[in-house]
């Protein structure tokens, strides 16, 4: 059974730093395509990054240069650490694994590539 537990969220204020990550059972981090979505309330869940099977990563604009997602093999685990937050970055945030056939960079921040998601960490960034 794939497991995905996220942790390390909680508040900060604007310009501050968190780092966030998905502890992984029963899936295969170093070999699979990953990514971190959110959700804010009232909002649907929005992609915010991915790595792929190759250990490539793409990042939304909104958060590109600001937040880095990284792969840990040793401990089969997705962080995401995330500098420079604002309050635009208050959500939920949630990791997810893709189907083990890599899918291709082009269709990793839909949704529907992923079938496994872990139950989300919020993250809230005050003024």
């Known amino acids: 059974r794939v497991q995905l537990v996220e942790s390390g969220g909680g508040s900060v204020q604007a310009g501050g730093s968190l780092s966030l990550s998905c502890a992984v059972s029963?899936?295969?981090?170093?070999?699979?395509?990953m990514a971190w979505f959110r959700q804010a309330p009232g909002t649907e869940r929005d992609w915010v990054a991915n790595i792929d099977c190759d250990g490539i990563t793409t990042y939304a604009d909104t958060v590109k240069g600001r937040f880095t997602i990284s792969k840990d093999n040793a401990y089969n685990t997705l962080n995401l650490h995330m500098d420079s937050l604002k309050p635009g970055d208050t959500a939920m945030y949630y990791c997810a694994a893709a189907y083990t056939f890599c899918p291709r960079r082009a269709v990793l921040m839909q949704e529907e590539m992923y079938p496994y998601w872990g139950q989300g960490t919020q993250v809230t960034v005050s003024s």
């Open positions: 029963g899936y295969t981090v170093t070999t699979n395509a």
